[in-house]
Every structure is written in structure tokens, then in C-alpha cells.
């Protein structure tokens, strides 16, 4: 447990390594635990998903590609259940993963996908009002500098589904 203790990404990396090593699972996935692309208003959402929290701990993340016809930023996003969101990225710092928030919110270029995904760019819940359960599904509304506002209702995976 020291680990989890020590960062929220370490432990997440280990735990996904771990994940891996174990190869994967695709015959109990649910139709209804996928994410179905939207286009909405110039932009196209897919792959969208929240990783199921651990035990306890008080955050997870969100992650999902977005297309925009025009440039943009996803500047906000936020969610019924935790109490902070924010948008982060991981950076390597001397060896050490570690994640921050980004100043101004992601970039969207049009016709490029701008994907989150677990160690790169991600939406996080700080903060779980409850734990989230793999299987059920969370809102999620995401604004984007262009005044354009996105609700969304995306699944809740299990971190060993994370990859899919
Ligand atoms: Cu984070």
C-alpha cells in the first residue's frame, strides 16, 4: 500500500502494468459499458469512459477523444460525482511521473484527434461523492472555449478494461 500513498499516478501506472501483465478480458464486456460516438455541433466524441475507483480512494479519472470541425479548447469539465474536476496531463518529471493541470484546457485542432487516455491527458475527479462502480455509468459535461457545452453520459470500467 505504501505505493498508493507515494502518488496517484504511480500507483495507477503499477496497477495497469500489473493489469496488462495479465492479459485481457473481452468476454464479459457489456454492450451497454461502450461509449457511442456523438457528433455533435462540429465535434465528435468517442471512446469516452471513467475508470472504476479503487477501495477508498477519493479520485479517478475520465478519459475520451474529441474531433472539432474548428479550433477550439476544452476548457471545462465537470461531473454530479466529485467535487473538483480538473484537466490534467502527466509529465516525466526526472523519472517520476507526476500529473498537474493544464493551464487553459486542451487544444483541439481541427481534424485531429485529440485523445485522453490513463498517463497522458485526462479529465480528473477529485474528490468521489461515492465510489465509482464498474458496470454503471456517470455524467459528465464538458465546455469548450467556443461556448459550446456538451452533456454526456459516459461508462464506468473496470481499470483491466482500461485499454479497450
Ligand atoms: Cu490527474
Redesign the pocket.
Given at each position: 500500500m505504501n505505493k498508493l500513498l507515494t502518488g496517484?499516478?504511480i500507483a495507477l501506472l503499477s496497477i495497469q502494468s500489473f493489469a496488462m501483465s495479465h492479459g485481457h478480458n473481452m468476454n464479459h464486456q457489456h454492450q451497454s459499458s461502450q461509449f457511442e460516438t456523438m457528433e455533435v455541433d462540429g465535434l465528435t466524441l468517442s471512446n469516452f469512459r471513467a475508470r472504476a475507483s479503487i477501495g477508498q480512494m477519493k479520485?479517478s479519472?475520465a478519459y475520451g477523444e474529441i474531433q472539432s470541425t474548428i479550433n477550439d479548447r476544452l476548457i471545462k469539465a465537470s461531473s454530479s460525482v466529485a467535487q473538483v474536476v480538473?484537466l490534467?496531463e502527466?509529465i516525466n518529471d526526472n523519472g517520476v511521473m507526476r500529473?498537474r493541470e493544464v493551464e487553459g484546457g486542451f487544444a483541439l485542432n481541427p481534424n485531429e484527434s485529440m485523445v485522453m487516455k490513463p498517463g497522458g491527458y485526462?479529465i480528473?475527479l477529485i474528490g468521489l461523492l461515492e465510489p465509482l462502480k464498474a458496470e454503471s455509468s456517470m455524467d459528465l459535461k464538458l465546455e469548450f472555449e467556443s461556448g459550446k457545452t456538451v452533456n454526456l453520459t459516459i461508462p464506468i470500467v473496470s481499470i483491466k478494461k482500461m485499454h479497450h
Open positions: 496517484l499516478c479520485n479519472g480538473e490534467h502527466h500529473m485526462h480528473m
